[in-house]
T-cell receptor, first 112, second 116 residues
Framework: GESVGLHLPTLSVQEGDNSIINCAYS??????FIWYKQESGKGPQFIID?????DKRQGQRVTVLLNKTVKHLSLQIAATQPGDSAVYFCAENIAGRRALTFGSGTRLQVQP | EAQVTQNPRYLITVTGKKLTVTCSQNMNHEYMSWYRQDPGLGLRQIYY???????DKGDVPEGYKVSRKEKRNFPLILESPSPNQTSLYFC???????????????FGPGTRLTVL
């Protein structure tokens, strides 16, 4: 079946560098995407979302890019900090469904 | 403080012994949902509720029951737990009844369940 996936299970970056976490999705009917951050021992925390009628959205130090042509979603974190170390999930909502489909997650490790 | 609470946070039980994991939110949210999280599989939805007395199956509902008698509470019931239900469980809620709106889903802290 169609599912949300991630290219890299673990990403290691130096403190202060920019991080890019990628996500591929396969359902062309998906109309809404969300990035979540999950720290150890905690529930997922909303970071940023984007609708399918947009290709870029910016938040505080984070940017989400959506490329519908290749069904690709990315999360960019500027000036990565140790507190950014966590597992990041992308999730998609398929139009007409009342549930989110989550990817398996990417672990971001920030090296001092 | 706006939050989703779950109890218990940790539970070890034996096969066949009925258990309930409670979930409560104080944000007057209409939509509530249960997920399980397993290594390499991400979060998979078990059940969701659009409002009081309105529940529906998610992607992996087998072996679970839910109820929504009050807006704030959405308990997850395992009538006869089995070892394959050992997992990390999350409850979530959002204001909107339609997922895909801009309403953020708030997640609880999780319940780690082990079924022996």
């Amino acid at each position: 079946g169609e599912s949300v996936g991630l290219h890299l299970p673990t990403l290691s970056v130096q403190e202060g560098d920019n991080s890019i976490i990628n996500c591929a999705y396969s359902n062309s009917a998906s109309d809404y995407f969300i990035w979540y951050k999950q720290e150890s021992g905690k529930g997922p925390q909303f970071i940023i979302d984007i609708r399918s009628n947009m290709d870029k959205r910016q938040g505080q130090r984070v940017t989400v890019l959506l490329n519908k042509t290749v069904k690709h979603l990315s999360l960019q974190i500027a000036a990565t900090q140790p507190g950014d170390s966590a597992v990041y999930f992308c999730a998609e909502n398929i139009a007409g469904r009342r549930a989110l489909t989550f990817g398996s997650g990417t672990r971001l490790q920030v090296q001092p | 403080e706006a939050q989703v609470t779950q109890n218990p946070r940790y539970l070890i039980t034996v096969t066949g012994k009925k258990l309930t994991v409670t979930c409560s939110q104080n944000m007057n949210h209409e939509y509530m949902s249960w997920y399980r999280q397993d290594p390499g599989l991400g979060l998979r939805q078990i059940y969701y509720s659009m409002n009081v007395e309105a529940t529906d199956k998610g992607d992996v509902p087998e072996g679970y029951k839910v109820s929504r008698k009050e807006k704030r509470n959405f308990p997850l019931i395992l009538e006869s737990p089995s070892p394959n239900q050992t997992s990390l469980y999350f409850c979530a809620s959002s204001l909107g009844a339609r997922v895909g709106s801009t309403d953020t889903q708030y997640f609880g802290p999780g319940t780690r369940l082990t079924v022996l």
